[in-house]
C-alpha cells in the first residue's frame, strides 16, 4: 500500500526551501532530506506528540531488549537513536552502530557510532541488524539491493529484525484509497510519496530470498503509545479482516530472520 504524507513532525513539506510541484506524489530523494532534516534541525527536532513518541521508541527498546541475544548491533535507519539508547541503558554491553542520512544528537547515547552509508560497513561483521520502522521508505528494487547488502555484513547466526507498520484493515483501505484518489484527481500541493506498507507475506518473502526465517509477533499501540503483542490478524491480500475498537489504529508486525551460512 502507497503511504502519502505532507509534513514529519513539526515540519510541513510546503514549508521547505524546494519546489514542492516536482515533488508531488513522487518519492523524496536526498536533496529533499537534506531540506528536511535542516529544518528539522532548526525546530531543534520539535517532536509531534513528544511524550507519546519517547514512550513508543523506549517501549520498542525493551521489547527488542527481550529479544535480542547478540551484542554487536547494526541499526539501518537509527533516526532518533531513542529506541538504541534505551537498549544501551539495558545493557552496557551492546556495541551499537546507527545509519542515517544525518546525525541527531539530541537524544542519541554518545556511545553509538554513527554512519553515513552502509558502504562504510565492514563485511561480516555485526551479529544483529535492526530495522526499525525503515524498510517502508525503500522501493522493491532497491530493497532487494539492500538485502544482499546486509547478508554480506552480518555474521554467520546474525540475526536480522524487521519492526514495520502493518497493513490495515480492509475498511480503513478503501477509506485511505478514496483519499489516494483525491489526491490525484485534485492537487493538494505538500504530499509526497513516502513509502510502501507491505504485508507481512511480502516481507517474508523479501528477507525469505536469503535469511532463514525464525518467527513473527504482532503489536497494537495504547493510548500511550505503548506496544503490547496480539495475536496474528485474519487477513484477506494481506490486509486486516477485522481489528478489535480497543486496538488503536496502528498496528506493527515484527519478523525476526536469521543469516545461517
Known sequence: ????????????????????????????????F??????????????????NFLNAKRNAGQILH??????KILSFGIGTGITESELLKLDSNYDITGIDYSMITKWLDPRIRFLRHI????????????????????????????????YKILKKDSLVIVWEQ???????????????????????????????IRSPFVIK?????????????????????????????YRLNGYKIWQSKDFHANTSQLHIFKKIN
Do not use: A
Not at 66 to 71: A, E, L, P, Q, T
Not at 122 to 150: P, R
Open 1 to 32: 500500500m502507497n503511504l502519502y504524507q505532507s509534513s514529519f513532525h513539526s515540519v510541513k513539506f510546503n514549508d521547505l526551501d524546494l519546489d514542492m510541484n516536482m515533488y508531488y506524489l513522487q518519492r523524496p530523494d536526498n536533496i529533499f
Open 34 to 51: 537534506k531540506k528536511l532534516y535542516d529544518r528539522w534541525s532548526i525546530d531543534n527536532y520539535k517532536l509531534l506528540d513528544e511524550k
Open 66 to 71: 527481550s529479544i535480542i541475544d547478540k551484542h
Open 119 to 150: 558502504d562504510e560497513c565492514v563485511i561480516d561483521n555485526y551479529d544483529c541488524l535492526l530495522l526499525n520502522s525503515v524498510i517502508y521508505s525503500f522501493d522493491n528494487t532497491t530493497l532487494s539491493t539492500l538485502i544482499s547488502s546486509f
Open 166 to 196: 502493518d497493513l490495515p484493515t480492509l475498511m480503513t483501505y478503501n477509506k485511505i484509497r478514496k483519499f489516494h484518489k483525491y489526491l490525484h484527481c485534485r492537487k493538494q500541493l505538500g504530499f509526497v510519496h513516502w513509502g510502501f
Open 205 to 233: 518473502s523479501k528477507f525469505k530470498k536469503m535469511f532463514k526465517y525464525v518467527t513473527s509477533k504482532y503489536f497494537y499501540v495504547d493510548k500511550n503509545w505503548s506496544n503490547y503483542e496480539t495475536r496474528s490478524f
